[in-house]
């Protein structure tokens, strides 16, 4: 069986070696390294070929790539390398790296154009001065095969194992049975739906209501399709903690411990919640696991394998057993697993991991997207940046000498900004040049510094260099799906300004990721209306939309329009009393465990320290600002199957999506908000911009996105097919027909 894999990814496995060294070295950002590219092919006599499409094979392993140039008249193999700073900070293993490749390119073109020698030569172009430092060597076509051969025998062991895996995995595949011995009421249709997706290689929209078992009836599917189909990877990508658990736990299910498991499943997290040794510096002289880390990376990456599921604690436990960094080794065993369960970013940022190695190693994906309807909002967040004048001026007060004219320089263009501002808040049309040109200088200016100081990486200067970093990438973009406005705000005498660039349609950025994989599943409780996620999304014109037929009843579910209550702002005050009164009465009617959701902490605050006063003898907990992981799991755990009380939560919150609260533990809501967006003037020019490009301002920026909450708030309550609750939504304009019919059809509104 042949095993293919790109030169590069063949190199990183044969070639690495010594430290992990993330000491600073200012790199190119990807644009730069394509122009920086596109520069030395420019130079290059008029035969010159760039961009050559190679690949050869041995004892199994087929290798291919593009090498970057080849001069037919000099006989030179290029491998060109963009880098900015001082040259002689490349380490040494990076070049050590750079030189296999370039050779195995050599081999590559040797018997492409049946060559008896070529001269190989590494090209370092610094993209700021544009000087390239040449460094060659000439090699047999004998010599070079002989070098090809031997990487390829070093993979080879590895190489054969993968693919036997691979047979195992997909073999099991073919066989895997349904683990349930019936699917749930539109389970099926789910299902079924999921695996013509993945068989067509088209995107899916799959709206299914909460507790149907959408991640289960999502991954048996398309694992199922992976043989088929031939997929290398199944991404299960999700917006929050809660949605990577029960992707795991229902791959436990599909593939039971105890059993020869012939799936690889990988759970990625944060590096905060990885690293073992947060305030230590990730290189050789500062981490222990960073010291040696790519010559231990062998043994830790094999027995890593020999793990079915490689969840964050067992990823940890591999790890320290082989002194390597968890975050490093999750990263690299991204490579080999199966399924990978990781949040939004990975796949769909800038410079995600998941994204950057598919289109690196060609791999066919099949991704599924938890919670789909997050996807807006995490999505914008991603592309969009801002900048405080405030921490300019902190930096600027502890920054060495040598950064002070660039950032006199920047803080003088910005200064002028103020000159143009009408009020405390203004959108304006365009970025400033002066502005932009003096930001890029800075930024220019403090990765010089940072490369000759690389000990300065840290604290206020890190910080601002990383957002300006990604302010000026988000510049380059900046079109009419983007808003530039500047906030000013008085400190002190002076007057300061916040700059932010907001985007809010990330179609153009979320489109290409989707467009580049072999399938998507996008699911969710609320994904209507669909013009509104097909437009900010960018969803492929073929996209298939299933609307799944709820497993409950009607009845499981009273739903109590309140509509003589008002929650506007001007009314909060008045719909005090009549909530405590209308959430005492149903607990009295019956007793039991009940969510309260408002739209904001303060609202929450005031009706229950008025419930308190009023109804002393009904038990409440409330959600607290910015709790973290074990105090949200301590709101939770109030919920027993014998406990009373009402919990009172932010709708949009922590609490809104994501918990599962089955039977007695949870057998109401109470949803005291329409989840409408704040009224600022930064969500009324969103308004002005959602109403030019699509013709309904209100509707994408207040009415979609509050329903949505609500929707998902409410499906809380009814989780199985037994459950039995009640929900009381209290507005008035819940009683509208346009809000009514973004509703659950299921439901029966009385």
Known sequence: MTYRIAVRALCEFTAKAGDLDLRFTPSPTAQQGI????????????????????????????????????????????????????????????????????????????????????????VYFDIVSEQETRLQETWTAAQLQNFFNQQCTLFGAWAEQEAQHRQVRDDAAR?????????????????????????????????????????????????KAMPVKQLDKVLFLTAKTPGRKLALDSLQVLYPR???????????????????????????????????????????????????????????????????????????????????????????????????????????????VDEAHNLVERAR?????????????????NAPAVLDKSFKRLNREWNALHKEQIGPYQVHSQVPAKWLNALSACITAIGDY???????????????????????????????????DVSLHEHGKRRLSQLNLRNIVPAAFIGPRLGSAHSNVLFSATLSPRTYYANLLGLPADTVWIDVESPFKAQQLAVHVVSEISTRFNHREASLGPIVELIARQFAERGGNYLAFFSSFDY????????????????????????????????????THASQGIGFAVLG?????????????????????????????????????????????YDYTYLYPGVQKVVQAAGRVIRTQSDQGTLFLIDDRFAEHKVQQLLPSWWQLG
Not at 179 to 199: C, D, I, M, N, W
Not at 311 to 327: F, K
Not at 622 to 635: H, T, Y
């Open 35 to 122: 122009a920086g590219h596109r520069t030395v092919a420019s130079r290059r006599s008029a035969g010159y070929q760039a961009e050559l499409s190679l690949q050869g094979e041995y004892a199994g392993v087929q290798v291919r790539g593009r090498a970057d140039g080849y001069d037919p008249l000099g006989n030179v193999l290029e491998e060109v390398k963009t880098y900015r700073g001082d040259f002689k900070a490349i380490p040494a293993n990076h070049r050590q790296l750079h030189w296999a490749q370039a050779r195995v390119y050599g081999w590559l073109v040797c018997q492409s154009l049946q060559l008896p020698e070529v001269t190989i030569a590494l």
């Open 381 to 397: 967040q991603m592309y969009s940046a801002s900048l405080d004048q405030q921490s300019l001026n902190r930096v600027r007060q």
């Open 175 to 223: 066989t895997l049975a349904f683990p349930h011995a019936q699917f749930r009421t539109g389970q099926r249709a789910l299902a079924e739906a999921v695996y013509k997706t993945a068989s067509g290689g088209r995107c899916l929209m799959a709206q299914a209501p909460t507790g149907i078992g959408k991640t289960i009836g999502t991954l048996f599917p398309l694992l």
């Open 450 to 484: 940072l490369n000759d100081h690389p000990q300065g990486l840290a604290g206020d200067l890190q910080g601002f260099y990383f957002e300006a970093l990604q302010f000026n990438r988000v510049a380059e973009l900046f079109d009419e799906h983007f808003l530039f």
């Open 653 to 697: 919150g922590a609490f809104g999506e994501g918990i599962d609260l089955p039977g007695a533990r949870l057998i109401g809501a109470f949803v005291a908000t329409l989840g409408l967006a704040q009224l600022n003037p930064v969500n009324e020019q969103i308004k002005q911009r959602m109403a030019a490009l699509f013709g309904a301002g």
């Open 258 to 368: 105890g059993t020869d498991a012939p799936l690889r499943v990988l759970e990625l997290v944060a590096r905060d919640k990885a690293c073992e040794y947060p305030d230590n510096a990730c290189n050789g002289d500062a981490c222990p696991l960073a010291k040696g880390f790519y010559d231990r990376l062998p043994a830790a990456r094999l027995a890593a394998v020999a793990q079915a599921t490689l969840n964050q604690l067992t990823m940890r436990e591999v790890a320290l057993a082989h002194q390597v960094c968890p975050y490093y080794l999750s990263q690299e065993m991204a490579r080999w697993a199966d399924v990978i369960i990781a949040d939004y970013n990975y796949y769909f940022d800038f410079t995600a991991l998941l994204y950057g190695l598919a289109q690196a190693n060609q791999w066919q994906v099949g991704t599924l």
């Open 604 to 639: 929450l605050q005031q009706v229950a320290q008025l419930l308190a006063e009023r109804y002393p003898h009904i038990p409440q907990w409330v959600q607290s600002r910015r709790m973290d992981e074990a105090a949200r799991q301590g709101f939770l755990d109030q919920f």
